[in-house]
């Protein structure tokens, strides 16, 4: 047990230091989702008038998308950090340990995650105690939690990603393109209204978290078929402790295959 944690923790290190040198990354993650924000807030301030449910403003419900975003990112800088380690040696150097394989994953959950949690951090200080976006108190560290298993799940496709590229240079270019599609298909950056949404992973997380922390629903109330909720929006049959559930089986089923596909494509 002593070496597993000091190989994970051993490319934890690594993974975090490698992090701070990278500003390209840094932004991404840091800065890019707070100016995202004050954008949101400008966009939609004079939309305050739209007949929202329960009082809501635009921005209100439009903060949970931030949030998946933020998360999100996690798939580029996770795919990055798994194809550098390819190409740098590391696999090759920590290989002698004797411990499983399963530890390179471990170690980029261990230096996400505190990423995640400092990204998590700053967008709730400053959409929430800045810009004062609406949530119930009570949903809220359940809302955090929800987004931290969302964000396990996206290094797992990060994993996935960076097994089947050769560099860091493309394992970047096609996560970031991957994310951002999904962010704009999946209706989290902009509201929609269509069956393809259900097939993302981002639109449950930010369905689920918009309902429960920011509408104040119930596990039991229905999720609506739309990514923004007016008076008129229609709700689906799906209730959302099923989409909790949805959204635990993304997470499992990147980890899953993003383990046994990197194991398959590298020599570690």
């Known amino acids: ?18 992090k701070l040198k990278n500003l390209g990354s840094m932004f991404w993650t840091v800065a890019f989702p ?3 924000l004050l954008v949101y ?6 939309s305050d008038d739209v007949a929202m449910i329960n009082g809501l403003t635009v921005f209100d419900v439009e903060f949970p998308g931030i949030v998946v975003y ?10 990055v950090m798994f194809a550098m380690s ?12 004797p411990v499983s394989r399963g530890n390179v994953f471990l170690g980029a959950v261990i230096s996400e995650t505190i990423f995640m949690n400092l990204q998590l951090i700053l967008v709730f200080g400053f959409g ?6 609406h949530f119930e108190l009570a949903m809220l560290p359940l809302g955090y939690l929800i987004a931290m298993i969302f964000g396990i799940g996206c290094i797992g496709l990060g994993l996935i990603i960076a097994s089947f590229l050769g560099s860091p240079e493309g394992a970047n270019g096609i996560a970031m393109l991957s994310h951002m599609a999904l962010m704009f298909v999946s209706g989290s950056f902009f509201p929609l209204d269509n069956a393809g949404v259900f097939f993302t992973p981002q639109y449950w997380v930010k369905q689920v978290y918009l309902q429960l922390t920011v509408v104040g629903d119930f596990f039991t109330d229905l999720l609506y078929s739309g990514t923004i909720i007016l008076p008129t929006s229609e709700a689906s049959f799906f209730p959302i402790w099923s989409g909790i559930l949805i959204i635990l089986a993304f997470t499992s089923t990147f980890i899953f295959l993003g383990i046994k596909i990197f194991q398959k494509k590298t020599s570690l």
């Open 128 to 133: 929430y105690g800045v810009l004062g976006a």
């Open 1 to 18: 047990m002593y070496s597993l944690d000091v190989k994970a923790w051993y490319i934890a290190k690594k993974n975090i230091k490698e």
């Open 70 to 79: 933020t998360i999100g990112m996690s798939t580029v800088t996770s795919a």
């Open 41 to 46: 807030k400008l966009a939609f301030s004079e």
């Open 86 to 97: 390819k190409v740098d040696g590391t696999l090759e150097r920590i290989d002698s340990m």
């Open 34 to 36: 707070i100016m995202m």
